[in-house]
């Protein structure tokens, strides 16, 4: 729903082979996310609480490491945000990557698209100036819907 010469800008997840492959070659949020998603909506925070706060303190500790924060990001489900940020101290940390995972794992609209395929869809729509790259969640986007035409007698 947009109105005529109106503008869209979109930020949607990308569709990455890695995001499909079991761990340690995969992701292992995939594992997690299934089983909290199983769980009753009202049960699904505090299941996401605990197993954030079983590898949170370990994923702070070594939060300087690349090589450690490559290979447990392989095996946990935690959206870690540092140091992108640059928030104030741990308990913001804490509590924006605790948020961020809940979101992430408990989502059921979460659908992958590539470029093309958003690219596509835009074009199927009929938007004009369309631009499409890689980056935010995965696939930006920027079209526009055309003015609306007027009639002439």
Known sequence: MLKPGGALIIDHYRWKLRNF??????????AYR??????????Q???????FDFWFPLIWRFR?????????????PIV???PHFGLRDRDMYYEWMLLDTHDAMTDVYKHRRTPSSVQSTLQT????NIIVSTGG???????????ARTATS
């Open 21 to 30: 492959l079991p761990p340690p070659v995969g992701v292992g949020g995939n």
């Open 80 to 82: 870690n945000y540092y």
């Open 137 to 147: 969640n995965g696939v930006e986007a920027y079209c526009e819907k055309p003015a």
């Open 125 to 128: 729509l009929g938007a004009t």
């Open 45 to 51: 925070f505090a299941a996401v609480k605990r197993v």
């Open 34 to 43: 299934h089983y909290f998603l199983r769980l009753p909506k009202d049960r």
């Open 64 to 76: 300087k490491s690349r090589i450690f924060q490559t290979l447990v990001a392989r095996l946990n």
